[in-house]
């Protein structure tokens, strides 16, 4: 089966903190996108990265950056924290032109 | 753009009762995927289906059924005989074949199913 995980399924953090989001995917896929969920907005993509290094602004990159040193992991950065960035996180790997397989999602409270 | 639209924000019904569960979508593209996904309560998405733009036909997997209609830009989705255990939130979503390989989500239907 694949497997998406991600660091924390819930964390809190304090405004202006720089806070790390890891996902790890173990089926070898090129493809990993993060997410974020919010009430009555579906989910709304962040970044996306095709390959190791690689990586493209989705919809709504403002306030984030992201970090693809090796293939299986696809981090998410929050520079500096803020409350309207409490949110789900959600991370996806896919193979090309295939369906995306989802993480558990981090629940993130900023304070 | 796309758009993909899910109208319902939240659904209750009976234990037994089919429910159909509405998604619209836009776009100019004639390529395209369309996909649902269902997120229970532990929150992962768990993926369903997928249909791509040049297959119309319905689709049947147990209690589930696809409708995929592209004169009205709908790929509706119906469980039959509901159970507590189809209790979740559900996406619909669209991808384009050519191009960027990202999700456009729908809002999601919450769906809750009582006993």
């Known amino acids: 089966d694949v497997k998406v995980t991600q660091s924390s399924r819930y964390l809190v953090k304090r405004t202006g903190e720089k806070v790390f989001l890891e996902c790890v995917q173990d089926?070898?896929?090129?493809?990993m996108f993060w997410y974020r969920q919010d009430p009555g907005l579906g989910l709304r993509l962040i970044y996306f990265s095709y390959d190791v290094k690689m990586k493209e602004k989705g919809d709504i990159p403002e306030g984030y950056s992201v970090s693809r040193e090796k293939k299986e992991r696809f981090s998410l950065i929050l520079e500096s924290a803020s409350t309207n960035q409490t949110s789900m996180y959600l991370c996806?790997?896919?193979?090309?032109?295939?369906?995306?397989?989802f993480g558990p999602g981090t629940r993130l409270t900023v304070l | 753009a796309q758009k993909v639209t899910q109208a319902q924000t939240e659904i209750s019904v009976v234990e037994k009762e089919d429910v159909t569960l509405d998604c619209v979508y836009e776009t100019r593209d004639t390529t395209y995927y369309l996909f649902w996904y269902k997120q229970p309560p532990s929150g992962e998405l768990v993926f369903l289906i997928r249909r791509n733009s040049f297959d119309e036909q319905n689709e049947i997997s147990g209690r589930y059924s696809w409708n995929f209609q592209k004169s009205t830009s709908s790929f509706n989705f119906t469980i039959t005989a509901s159970q507590v255990v189809d209790s979740a939130v559900y996406f619909c979503a669209l991808r384009l074949i050519q191009g960027a390989q990202k999700l456009v989500f729908g809002q999601g239907t919450r769906l809750t199913i009582n006993p």
């Open positions: 996806a790997s896919s193979s090309p032109y295939n369906e995306q397989f």
């Open positions: 089926m070898d896929h090129e493809n």
